[in-house]
């Protein structure tokens, strides 16, 4: 791939969906791209990038979400899920007592494998929760892998990864060699499109917030801005969870760390007002302590 | 380092396993049929059994039952790798005492998905990208 069309898919790629590629990215491109471009018809990413530069809109979209979707699966990392069953919802139970609710927001559910990890946590809790309401809200930056969420159909080969055979047992419906979760696990989790950019304020405020290996794709900025909009979005006393690989630790004070749960964080200070969370995001970017 | 007796009847299945787990540090015994499993676990007990259901002279089913009431042959993790991958069949096969169960065709990131689930190998950090 020639440089010049790196770069325009580089800067193309940050102004669209914030995905930040280092220079040496280009086997991520590839692997990307390469299926799409014969999707599309053309012999080559360089003739994509072609159509791009003409106007072609419908590609340009293709190009996004081809790059922005990940591969994920059923309980990824483990640790997260234990940390939502044994300290998250064990502290919600008692501070939600008196509410009897609870909004979980997945803010970059893809195809699903997380919300309905969630949703099977809650389930296996049993009647601890009966009574309550409690509310999944799953988005993504892409439609396409929302509508596979919603589908809850999953490959032989997905619900292999990850996912525990008592549960998928109890838990999934066969269809020949694809398996699709039970209509109350679905009816768990509500969806909507969103790109993480934009003002989430609408969305309303989150008990717990998972926000697992998205903004990994992002630039410093971008993050610091990201994370003061999550502190908003949140409840003083919630619980913010983030992938392996990423930290806050740094970057911003808006959350802090628990010394001895990996990758789990709660907001540090007073609860923004709606009228500051309602605020353009380079201002909130710059009161994050930039 | 752990054990693990291979069972099936293809020895194209058995040397694919043998490198994925082999990969995962375990010492890899093999058995071409569930009596010669059995065989194997009486002159020394693995720490797991990657099991196939369908094979001549004893099956994969048929090996467990039998394990499972041996001394010392509550003991192994048993995960069974068969093409059989309706649901009746995975329920018989957790009742007979499987702790898990993977659905042919299989590739390294499912065995180690399943192996860590029942804990015969610790998580690994996965990279995002």
Redesign the interface.
Known sequence: MNPPDYEYLRKLLKDQSGLDLSADKQYLIESRLLPLSRKCGVPGIDDLVQKMKGGSTSIVAQVVEAMTTNETFFFRDKIPFEHFRDSIMPEMLKARAARRSIRIWCAAGSTGQEPYSLAMCLKEMGASLAGWRVDIIATDLSQEVLEKSKSGIYSQFEVQRGLPIQLLVKYFKQNGELWQISPDIRAMVQHRQLNLLHDFSQLGAFDVIFCRNVLIYFDQETKISIFGRLAKAMEPDGFLVLGAAETIVGLTDVFKPFPDKRGLYRPSGPRATTAQAAMAMPKIAAMAGR | MKTCLVVDDSGVVRKIARRILEEMDFQITEAEDGEKALEACKRAMPDAVLLDWNMPVMDGYEFLGHLRRMPGGDRPKVVFCTTE???DH??RA?HAGAN????KP?DK??VT??F??VGLIE?T?????
């Open positions: 991958n309706g649901v995975i329920s957790l898990e169960y993977i659905m299989f990131d499912i998905a399943k860590q689930e998580l950090e996965q990279s995002p990208v």
